[in-house]
Structure formats: structure tokens, C-alpha cells
T-cell receptor
Framework: EAGVTQFPSHSVIEKGQTVTLRCDPI?????LYWYRRVMGKEIKFLLH????????ESGMPNNRFLAERTGGTYSTLKVQPAELEDSGVYFC????????????????FGPGTRLTVL | GQQLNQSPQSMFIQEGEDVSMNCTSS?????WLWYKQDPGEGPVLLIA?????ELTSNGRLTAQFGITRKDSFLNISASIPSDVGIYFC??????????FGPGTSLSVIP
């Protein structure tokens, strides 16, 4: 079974440009999450999709970030315009089902996209 | 917001030694998770703990969910070079977002 995949693996852009990151979750996983790790800090939650709906976007830093998941399959995260502080590693994760505790909620992470804004 | 403290921040150990790392939280979680991240990869789940007091093993790894639901530890026995990486503790409420600790960087000297 294929894991979570992310594209691109690396992106280097100039401040003010636009970048779009893509995540393909594990097939059949309804839950899709975006996280990011900026230099030297912990991995932080950005948002959570259940199928195509945004369940929780409390971690999105500002309105320069736009996430979509049309059709409930892959997701994109667009940063427009990019700023220097947006540099970091952006992770996507997916999970299969929702249970009130117990197994089944494990999130499987992709390899991440390393974004560098110059 | 919820914050996790993880210690130690980094460790340098000899191959064959045992390792212990801890995580504490300012609030309770339903699930405690331990992840490992290798360079260029995403975090990989090592152990998941679902009940207060639960002690779970996965090969050379042992982790426990604290009674207060605000702490957890991870032990690695007889370390080997491939144990090198960053270990993250994390907490989760049901299917909610995962809250990560800052990580423990482990180096194993052959």
C-alpha cells in the first residue's frame, strides 16, 4: 500500500512569489492534515480536512495560506505571497477513521516539502 | 494552548546503551504518541498509547502513558546505530490534531 506522498520534495522561491504544495493521502483515508515545522521549532498543526470539508483550520497562520481538497482526495496548500518566515518543512498526514479514542486514528505522515523563501 | 515539554533535548550515547526520554504536558490527552523522524523523511509512528497507565512495547522500545494523562516516557534498550534520529512525543484528543513536543535528537556512537 502506498504511503502519503508529497510534491515537491523541495521548493526554493523568492519572497512575494506563490508556491503550491500537493499532498496525496493514503487511499481511502478521509482525514487529511497539514503540519509544518519551522527552523528549530516543533511540528505545528495547520489544518484538518474530513473528505473535502475543512474540519479545523485553527492553525493556519494567516490569509496568505489557502488549502483545498476538491473531491476529497488530494489536497493543495498554496502560499501567496510567500514571506521569509514561511520557510520550513510542510508535512501532510492522513488517517483512516474517526473513533472516540482507541486505534484507528493513527496519522501517517508524508516525507514533507522543504520550502525555502529567499 | 497545549504545550509539550520533552527532555532531554539531545543525547549522545554509546551503541548498546539504553535510552530514556520523557514528555510532559500542561493538559491531558486521550492518546500519547511517539514518533521518530529520519533525515529527509516524515515522522513515523513508533508507539501509540490509549489508556492511562498503559505500558506498551514494540521490539526494543517501551513506552508508558502516565497515570495523570499528562506525561509519557519512551525507553530504547540496547541502542544500535540505526536508532539515530529525532524522537517526538505527541498528544492527541480523539481524532483531533496531533500536538508535538520539540523533539529529542539521538546520536549513537558505534
Amino acid at each position: 500500500e502506498a504511503g502519503v506522498t508529497q510534491f515537491p520534495s523541495h521548493s526554493v522561491i523568492e519572497k512575494g512569489q506563490t508556491v503550491t504544495l500537493r499532498c496525496d493521502p493514503i487511499s481511502g483515508h478521509d482525514n487529511l492534515y497539514w503540519y509544518r515545522r519551522v527552523m528549530g521549532k516543533e511540528i505545528k498543526f495547520l489544518l484538518h480536512f474530513v473528505k473535502e470539508s475543512k474540519q479545523d483550520e485553527s492553525g493556519m497562520p494567516n490569509n496568505r495560506f489557502l488549502a483545498e481538497r476538491t473531491g476529497g482526495t488530494y489536497s493543495t496548500l498554496k502560499v501567496q505571497p510567500a514571506e521569509l518566515e514561511d520557510s520550513g518543512v510542510y508535512f501532510c498526514a492522513s488517517s483512516q477513521i474517526i473513533l472516540a479514542g482507541g486505534s484507528g486514528n493513527e496519522q501517517f505522515f508524508g516525507p514533507g516539502t522543504r520550502l525555502t523563501v529567499l | 494552548g497545549q504545550q509539550l515539554n520533552q527532555s532531554p533535548q539531545s543525547m549522545f550515547i554509546q551503541e548498546g546503551e539504553d535510552v530514556s526520554m520523557n514528555c510532559t504536558s500542561s493538559s491531558i490527552f486521550n492518546t500519547w504518541l511517539w514518533y521518530k523522524q529520519d533525515p529527509g523523511e516524515g515522522p513515523v509512528l513508533l508507539i501509540a498509547l490509549y489508556k492511562a497507565g498503559e505500558l506498551t512495547s514494540n521490539g526494543r522500545l517501551t513506552a508508558q502513558f502516565g497515570i495523570t494523562r499528562k506525561d509519557s516516557f519512551l525507553n530504547i534498550s540496547a541502542s544500535i546505530p540505526s536508532d539515530v534520529g529525532i524522537y517526538f512525543c505527541a498528544g492527541q484528543l480523539y481524532y483531533d490534531k496531533v500536538i508535538f513536543g520539540p523533539g529529542t535528537s539521538l546520536s549513537v556512537i558505534p
